[in-house]
């Protein structure tokens, strides 16, 4: 069974632009996270969706959406980039919203110049 | 609000030995613990999932264990090889859902 996905592996973009990043979850699940690395701040967690609906919210601005399609696919989107977006963007699945194991994918370098 | 913490930071040892990595937690109502590997510019692999319920765990080399009253987990691994060099992260749940929160990770070096 293939893993989660996640494209493009990476992304180099300018202050004040948006990007757009994907993720592919493993195959039957339904719960898609998605979380921010940094070496400051370490592992932060943006959102979760589930079955097409935003169902938690980290603490991050505005600027940070994403959505879930009815494949279970998910996209997060960050507009008016910032230096401080630099990051590693991961992406995890798991099979329900219950206590599974979240499988996380390889993540999307982004680099914001 | 959840704190995760991991001692300690980096930890070296050559390559046989057996050690334990440590992870506390400040709110003890939690779902379920999580540990995870990573490699240099990598994403994270699941090693061992404890339910609250649980006391401990093992897959091969690691054995994890979980003592929520104190709000401790540590993971234990025995005749460390090379390729267990990487950072290791545990990350708890409080509630049903999917938000886990992370520790800063204890960045392990084994030599051969």
């Known amino acids: 069974k293939a893993g989660v996905t996640q494209t493009p592996r990476y992304l180099i973009k300018t202050r004040g632009q948006q990007v757009t990043l994907s993720c592919s979850p493993i195959?039957?699940?339904?719960?898609v996270s998605w979380y921010q690395q940094t070496p400051g701040q370490g592992l932060q967690f943006l959102f979760e969706y589930f079955s097409e609906t935003q169902r938690n919210k980290g603490n991050f601005p505005g600027r940070f959406s994403g959505r879930q399609f009815s494949n279970s696919r998910s996209e997060m989107n960050v507009s008016t980039l910032e230096l401080g977006d630099s990051a590693l963007y991961l992406c995890?699945?798991?099979?329900?919203?219950?206590?599974?194991?979240?499988?996380f994918g390889p993540g999307t370098r982004l680099l914001v110049l | 609000k959840q704190e995760v913490t991991q001692i300690p930071a980096a930890l070296s040892v050559p390559e046989g030995e057996n050690l334990v990595l440590n992870c506390s937690f400040t709110d003890s109502a939690i779902y379920n613990l999580q540990w995870f590997r990573q490699d240099p510019g990598k994403g994270l692999t699941s090693l061992l999932l404890?339910?609250?319920?649980?006391r401990e765990q093992t897959s091969g080399r690691l054995n994890a264990s979980l003592d929520k009253s104190s709000g401790r987990s540590t993971l234990y691994i025995a005749a460390s090889q090379p390729g267990d060099s990487a950072t290791y992260l545990c990350?708890?749940?409080?509630?049903?859902?999917?938000?886990?929160?992370f520790g800063e990770g204890t960045q392990l070096t084994v030599n051969p």
């Open positions: 995890a699945s798991s099979l329900t919203r219950t206590s599974e194991t979240q499988y």
């Open positions: 990350a708890v749940i409080k509630t049903s859902g999917s938000r886990l929160t």
């Open positions: 195959s039957g699940h339904r719960s």
């Open positions: 404890i339910q609250s319920s649980q």
